[in-house]
């Protein structure tokens, strides 16, 4: 009877023994596991969550919170997107972009597919121009809804003119002029981005310190591949690349320059003409009130990067169904 027992005892050692190796082993799996979740999450979690360190990065600067499907609205409509632009920077030039708009069957994509390229930028302030006797509520939502610096403008363009735009650009001036000052401190550079054009990134990184106009190549356009600038040895414009009236002093896209705040404000009269101008006209006159072509900085490694494409958006064919007319598209 003693032997039973004393089987039985070194049974029960036995299985002690095998709980605590298990018990050992799962401790050995489980806390190195533990240990690297916090290295995980800010390896690939944090980064999303995180201030800007560096004005020179582009990192997503907010998230929106995402609810239980259940409880989602249109509030929270999106996911692991940008939410606003980069931090504004004081020691930064800013970037004004200067937009005509009117409407059309694919405005809200047209300015919505801008606008998402927009925030990725820092220090930027967007001027949108509608063609139209009032400011539209679509034109208003989405700019209100983009979190982007915007300044939103209208005027109706009823005569005909020589070159759609050219008025609005000139509102976009006029509030420019009225806003600032020539002998202010603020720092800034002016771009003529229309709504249906694509834009690399670095576009914006290469004309914002432009010292007076700086120029560069512009894809897509004037029945070429790629419209360019002639840039010599020295790094200076001596002519350009262009199948369309190449003898103009300045033969050049709208797309494919910019301007210093400073010297538009310096230059009351510079303006574009809105009658007898011809076709490809409108960038030289205004361009003659600013500079000689001994002034202008090539950008893009000279002039040999295309950074920018007239990618006009097709015309969606005929509906068979016109839907909901209080959705907007």
């Not at 533990?34 to 800007?52: D, K, M």
């Not at 708009?101 to 998402?116: G, P």
């Amino acid at each position: 009877m003693s032997r039973v027992v004393c089987l039985t005892d070194r049974g029960t050692t036995q299985d002690r023994m095998f709980n605590k190796k298990r018990f050992f082993l799962i401790l050995l799996i489980v806390v190195p596991v533990t240990l690297l979740l916090p290295v995980s999450y800010h390896t690939t979690i944090a980064p999303f969550f995180g201030a800007r360190r560096d004005i020179g990065t582009r990192e997503m600067v907010a998230l929106r919170t995402v609810p239980h499907p259940q409880e989602r609205n249109k509030e929270h409509c999106t996911n692991n997107v940008y939410v606003r632009p980069p931090p504004w920077s004081h020691s930064l030039p800013t970037i004004y972009v200067i937009t005509p708009t009117y409407t059309r069957v694919v405005q809200k994509a047209d300015l919505t597919r801008m606008s998402n390229t927009l925030l990725h930028v820092a220090n930027l302030h967007w001027i949108v121009v509608e063609d139209a006797d009032n400011k539209t509520s679509l034109v208003g939502n989405l700019l209100n809804s983009t979190g982007l610096n915007y300044t939103h403008l209208n005027v109706h363009v009823v005569e005909k003119i020589t070159s759609r735009g050219s008025r609005q650009r000139n509102v976009a001036l006029k509030w420019l002029r009225d806003t600032f000052r020539l002998n202010d401190s603020h720092h800034g550079v002016v771009f003529f981005g229309d709504d249906d054009n694509t834009y690399s990134l670095q576009l914006f990184d290469e004309m914002r310190y432009t010292e007076k106009v700086s120029v560069w190549p512009v894809g897509f356009t004037g029945a070429m591949r790629y419209q360019s600038i002639k840039v010599n040895a020295l790094g200076k414009v001596y002519g350009w690349e262009t199948r369309y009236a190449g003898t103009r002093p300045f033969a050049i896209d709208m797309a494919g320059f910019a301007v210093n705040l400073k010297l538009l404000l310096s230059k009351s009269k510079a303006n574009f003409r809105v009658y007898n101008v011809g076709t490809g006209q409108q960038e030289t006159r205004f361009l003659q009130d600013l500079v000689t072509i001994n002034d202008l900085e090539p950008k893009a490694d000279n002039c040999t990067k295309v950074l920018v494409w007239h990618t006009r958006t097709t015309k969606p064919p005929a509906f068979k169904s016109q839907g909901d007319p209080n959705i907007e598209t």
